[in-house]
């Protein structure tokens, strides 16, 4: 239904990013029970939280 709406190439850049986003957090982010929750959250949640969320957490990493 999304890629009829959006559009194909709309639609996969969303996928790709989200699926960026979620595969650094789980990268730096891992502390094993962690996983599922953090699936869940980039499954549910729209892009703009989900950057906002990898931004405060560069934050608090220093920007590395």
Do not use: H, P
Not at 9 to 25: F, I, K, P, S
Not at 27 to 51: A, I, N, W
């Amino acid at each position: 239904m999304a890629v009829a709406k959006m559009g194909f190439a709309v639609w996969y850049g969303a996928y790709a990013e989200r699926a960026n986003l979620l595969t650094v957090a789980l990268e730096r982010y891992d502390s094993g029970r962690m996983k599922r929750f953090q699936c869940e959250l980039f499954v549910r949640q729209d892009m703009e939280t989900l950057r906002d969320i990898m931004r405060q957490t560069e934050a608090l990493r220093g920007g590395k």
